[in-house]
């Protein structure tokens, strides 16, 4: 159980999050992980798609329980008149509102970033969508698996003899959530400490924040007609880097300095290839990488993974393992930084989850809770902060307003 108690550097920040889906969500919820008072806003009759997302503990998506952690969660259907004025009321002291509808839905609504900020002109308005709010494909809907394909970044991934790749995990959406905290962070310090005092709009695609991820290889097209191509386990510009094959399982090791490639070579005996002329420079050893890797892979196989780590390290070689979500369960470095968090949830008992990253050395962030119910905090919110009154309150229910 977290014993971290003291209010993260977040605190006091208020942020209304109107997103559904993955990019908006682990947005909002990096924020809340350092003391952001989030409050999430759901449709009365349906809740974020991410509650019925596989693995599911009985009827429980684990899904949910990450990406809706530390916030609280609401009711309102935003397409109603009664539903837009409630929204103007929770945004009269709010920072920050995310959204991530199709672009021009807000606007139907009448509830485009003018009129939000008409209500409160310091409001921060990030929007996230497939394609971001112009351009001729604005309107088209945008999933992270396209912004995969037409960043550039599947066309590079994989094997030259295969197919191009995607990845395993949902990362156009972590990426892009990413940019959206850090411009929405950019942004209050430009309107409280550099003293403008006026919020602004910023527009996060999908596809830009991985597009923006290939460093040198815009330039090189540019200036070299020069295109990325798929190299596997290889690095383009780096040399040996690769994953390889031990007696039991396998290693990643990289030595992209002169320093630690010699090193990596006096650990496997064969001090003598610094001076090949194949391997003598970075840019020969990227040139002829697979015989390097063979080189390597001929001593790592020999050798167990824990007895190759050993002897590389010995020699101060740069290597590691690959883990399994197993191995990092028992992980002692893990352990050691508490990456594994455990907490008390309605839902599911203990559950133990990702702690909060980066660590801070005063205000740090903490789990306070994780993904809660369909509109758990309606009552707390409507009731007790917006001081709806209650016969009031029952209506908009009746109406499926809330």
């Known amino acids: 159980m977290s014993e971290n108690t003291t209010q993260g550097p977040l605190a006091g920040l208020d942020v209304i999050d109107c997103t559904e889906m993955i990019s908006g969500g682990f947005a909002t919820a990096q924020l809340a992980d350092f003391g952001a008072n989030v409050i999430k806003i759901e449709h009365p009759k349906h809740g974020d798609p991410i509650?019925?997302?596989?693995?599911?503990?009985?009827?429980?998506?684990?899904?949910?329980?990450?990406?809706?952690?530390?916030?609280?969660?609401?009711?309102?259907?935003?397409?109603?008149?009664?539903?837009?004025?409630?929204?103007f009321e929770l945004i009269d002291d709010a920072?920050?509102?995310?959204?991530?509808?199709?672009?021009?839905?807000?606007?139907?609504?009448?509830?485009?970033?003018?009129?939000?900020?008409?209500?409160?002109?310091?409001?921060?308005?990030?929007?996230?969508?497939?394609?971001?709010?112009?351009?001729?494909?604005?309107?088209?809907?945008?999933?992270?698996?396209?912004?995969?394909?037409?960043?550039?970044?599947?066309d590079i991934n994989g094997f030259p003899d295969r197919e191009p790749l995607l990845p395993p995990i949902s990362l156009a959406d972590l990426t892009a959530a990413q940019f959206a905290v850090q411009a929405s962070m950019f942004a209050i310090?430009?309107?409280?400490?550099?003293?403008?005092?006026?919020?602004?709009?910023?527009?996060?695609?999908?596809?830009?924040?991985?597009?923006?991820?290939?460093?040198?290889?815009?330039?090189?097209?540019?200036?070299?007609g020069k295109e990325c191509e798929r190299t596997g386990n290889h690095h383009s510009s780096a040399a040996p880097r690769n994953v390889y094959a031990t007696s039991d399982s396998h290693i990643t090791l990289s030595a992209s300095s002169q320093r630690i490639?010699?090193?990596?070579?006096?650990?496997?005996?064969?001090?003598?290839?610094?001076?090949?002329?194949?391997?003598?420079?970075?840019?020969?050893?990227?040139?002829?990488?697979?015989?390097?890797?063979?080189?390597i892979e001929e001593w790592t196989s020999e050798r167990t993974t824990d007895r190759a780590i050993a002897e590389m390290e010995a020699a101060d070689a740069i290597v590691g393992p690959v883990y399994s979500m197993g191995d990092i369960f028992e992980d002692e470095q893990y352990a050691a930084r508490n990456n594994i968090v455990e907490i008390e949830d309605d839902d599911l008992g203990?559950?133990?989850?990702?702690?909060?990253?980066?660590?801070?050395?005063?205000?740090?962030?903490?789990?306070?809770?994780?993904?809660?119910?369909?509109?758990?905090?309606?009552?707390?919110?409507?009731?007790?902060?917006?001081?709806?009154r209650r016969e009031r309150y029952e209506e908009l229910r009746g109406m499926e307003v809330v």
């Not at 002109?121 to 969508?129: A, F, M, N, Q």
């Open 189 to 224: 310090f430009e309107r409280d400490i550099g003293a403008s005092g006026t919020g602004q709009v910023i527009d996060v695609s999908l596809y830009e924040p991985l597009f923006r991820l290939f460093l040198g290889d815009i330039e090189a097209y540019d200036r070299l």
């Open 261 to 295: 490639f010699e090193n990596v070579m006096d650990a496997i005996g064969r001090p003598e290839l610094v001076d090949d002329p194949r391997f003598e420079t970075n840019k020969d050893r990227v040139e002829n990488a697979d015989e390097l890797d063979a080189v």
């Open 350 to 388: 203990t559950l133990r989850t990702a702690n909060t990253v980066p660590k801070f050395s005063r205000t740090p962030g903490r789990v306070v809770h994780a993904g809660p119910r369909h509109g758990q905090h309606n009552e707390e919110v409507y009731l007790e902060e917006l001081d709806v």
């Open 95 to 154: 920072d920050l509102l995310f959204e991530n509808f199709r672009p021009g839905t807000l606007e139907r609504w009448d509830l485009g970033p003018e009129t939000l900020r008409g209500q409160n002109g310091e409001l921060i308005v990030v929007r996230l969508s497939g394609y971001g709010q112009t351009g001729p494909r604005s309107a088209k809907p945008g999933f992270g698996t396209i912004a995969e394909g037409i960043s550039g970044w599947a």
């Open 51 to 87: 509650r019925e997302w596989p693995p599911f503990d009985g009827k429980t998506s684990l899904w949910w329980k990450s990406a809706g952690r530390n916030k609280r969660c609401i009711t309102l259907d935003l397409s109603t008149e009664q539903g837009r004025e409630l929204l």
